[in-house]
Every structure is written in structure tokens, then in C-alpha cells.
């Protein structure tokens, strides 16, 4: 069973994170097209880790798996996004 103080720094430590969160910017972001490539089928992958703030919070983009249409990620979705905004 955890300790008290140890519970009690969980308690703080979400408090804390709860309130970081509030205060950043929500809603839809643009993207920067150069952060990004356009892959042959279709889908995007991101060059670079990068951060973005969505209805959701924080969303932390980091290369690897790429981003298809419809796919939704931290509630964006970042191919449709990247097809409106970098065609």
C-alpha cells in the first residue's frame, strides 16, 4: 500500500499537470506543410518531433507510423488537416 506522503505528492503532481493543461491553447492549430512529407499512398509522416494543441490538450507528433486519412490522433485528423492546408 502506498504511504500517505506518497499519495499525497500523486494528489499534487495531478493537481499540478491538471492545471498546466488548462492554461494551454486549445482548438484546431495549423500546421507547418514543412514539418511534413506527403508519402506516395497518401499518408504523411511527420520529419520532426513536434507539439501541437488540440480540443484534447497537448499532442506530441513523433516520427514514425504515418498519419492516413481519417485516422484520428489526440482527436485530430492530422492527414486532413495536412491535405487542406499543404496541397
Known amino acids: 500500500m502506498p504511504s500517505r506522503s506518497a499519495l499525497l505528492g500523486l494528489s499534487a503532481l495531478a493537481l499540478v499537470t491538471s492545471a498546466a493543461q488548462a492554461q494551454q491553447p486549445t482548438g484546431q492549430t ?8 506527403r508519402n506516395p499512398d497518401g499518408s504523411w509522416s511527420v520529419k520532426q518531433p513536434l507539439e501541437l ?3 484534447n490538450g497537448r499532442v506530441r507528433i513523433m516520427p514514425g507510423p504515418p ?7 489526440g482527436g485530430l485528423d492530422i492527414a486532413r488537416m495536412l491535405e487542406e492546408q499543404c496541397r
Not at 495549423?30 to 512529407?37: D, I, K, P, R, Y
Not at 498519419?67 to 490522433?73: E, L, N, T, V, Y
Request: glycine fraction near 6%.
Open 67 to 73: 498519419f492516413k486519412p481519417g485516422m484520428s490522433f
Open 30 to 37: 495549423e500546421l507547418n506543410c514543412a514539418q511534413f512529407t
Open 53 to 55: 494543441f488540440s480540443d
